[in-house]
């Protein structure tokens, strides 16, 4: 799985042309199948910052949680993860639940099922913005700084590993669980599964 990121001279969401920049789907997060409802995904970057943009369609919004670093991930909610080296040992976890409250941290992982959540690791600089459209589908814009990411903007041709990923409540109460690159089990913490974030720059 490739996703190339294409370079914008924006600085925020408001001045980014969501129309030009490639849209992937998620899809089921153990088979691959297609989910019950459409998630789309865009990303680009600028000089100082990585931009996504995820678009979901939703009949039933789950979200009561108000604080950071709440487990939003027992609601709804979209999630990034970005490893920047490329190990799979260490990479960010980013968050946003429909009523924007964010969770984020830093995961170590042994790549033999262990692993840390350190949710004491916050990213200072980066912005969440959520929307909901009358035709029922949620907005959610991350601007994720390069400083949060402890790296320097990347040059173009640099080669990433990401995943992102959706959790959604039905209506009946089951759990479903999506994701760009499967991972082939309910666990969003697969890095050998990651997929390639490249960032482009014509």
């Given at each position: ?28 997060v ?8 459409e ?64 969770f ?10 262990g ?31 390069f ?38 089990a ?17």
């Amino acid at each position: 799985m490739r996703y190339e990121c294409n370079y914008v001279e924006a600085l925020n969401a408001g001045q980014i042309d969501w129309a030009q920049m490639p849209a992937n789907l998620l899809c089921e997060v153990v088979t691959g199948a297609t989910p019950r409802l459409e998630t789309f995904f865009r990303a680009c970057w600028s000089e100082e910052a990585i931009h996504i943009r995820f678009e979901c369609e939703d009949d039933h919004i789950v979200a009561t949680m108000e604080q950071r670093d709440d487990p939003i991930y027992l609601e709804d909610v979209v999630e990034v993860f970005i490893d920047t080296v490329g190990t799979g040992k260490v990479y960010y976890e980013f968050e946003v639940s429909p009523r924007n409250v964010v969770f984020d941290a830093i995961i170590h992982n042994d790549l033999e099922g262990g692993k840390e959540v350190d949710i004491s690791w916050d990213a200072p600089g980066w912005r969440t913005d959520v929307t909901q459209r009358a035709d029922g589908w949620q907005v959610y814009d991350l601007m994720i700084p390069f400083a949060d990411l402890e790296h320097t903007s990347p040059r173009p041709s640099a080669e990433w590993r990401w995943n992102l990923y959706r959790i959604d409540d039905d209506k009946e109460g089951n759990r479903h669980y999506w994701a760009w690159s499967p991972t082939h089990a309910v666990n969003f913490h697969v890095p050998q599964c990651f997929g390639t974030l490249v960032f482009v720059r014509a």
